[in-house]
């Protein structure tokens, strides 16, 4: 018999983590494949395409919905998108945290 090993208790099920704007909360998608792509579009300074790939993907339609009913700058949404692949890819900002 092939040999087993239960990793379960090693592996975290938190869910999806959150972005607080403006008393609103938006859920950001952190599940592997959703990150392995968004970084893969992220990589080497991202052009209007794929700063559309990446708002799609790292957030639900709900919250994007949320995030439009805002009427925010371009600018002010490439910090939200900027922010929320930092929250997934575990990178350090200067944004606070809960």
Same mark, same amino acid.
């Given at each position: 018999?092939?040999?087993?090993?239960?990793?379960? &208790?090693?592996?975290?099920?938190?869910?999806? $983590?959150?972005?607080?704007?403006?008393? =609103?909360?938006? !859920?950001?998608?952190?599940?592997?494949?959703?990150?392995?792509?968004?970084?893969?579009? +992220? +990589? &080497?300074? $991202?052009? $209007?395409? !794929?700063?559309? +790939?990446?708002?799609?993907?790292?957030? $639900? &339609?709900?919250?994007?919905?949320?995030?439009?009913?805002?009427?925010?700058?371009?600018? &002010?949404?490439?910090?939200?998108? =900027?922010?929320?692949?930092?929250?997934?890819?575990?990178?350090?900002?200067?944004?606070?945290?809960?």
């Amino acid at each position: 018999m092939a040999r087993k090993v239960d990793i379960t &208790d090693k592996l975290t099920f938190d869910g999806n $983590p959150v972005l607080v704007i403006k008393g =609103k909360e938006l !859920e950001v998608n952190a599940d592997a494949p959703t990150v392995l792509r968004i970084m893969n579009l +992220a +990589a &080497d300074d $991202p052009g $209007p395409k !794929e700063v559309a +790939a990446i708002y799609n993907l790292i957030f $639900p &339609d709900k919250d994007r919905k949320e995030i439009e009913k805002m009427k925010l700058c371009f600018d &002010d949404l490439v910090t939200i998108i =900027k922010a929320a692949i930092s929250l997934v890819t575990g990178e350090k900002t200067d944004q606070g945290e809960q």
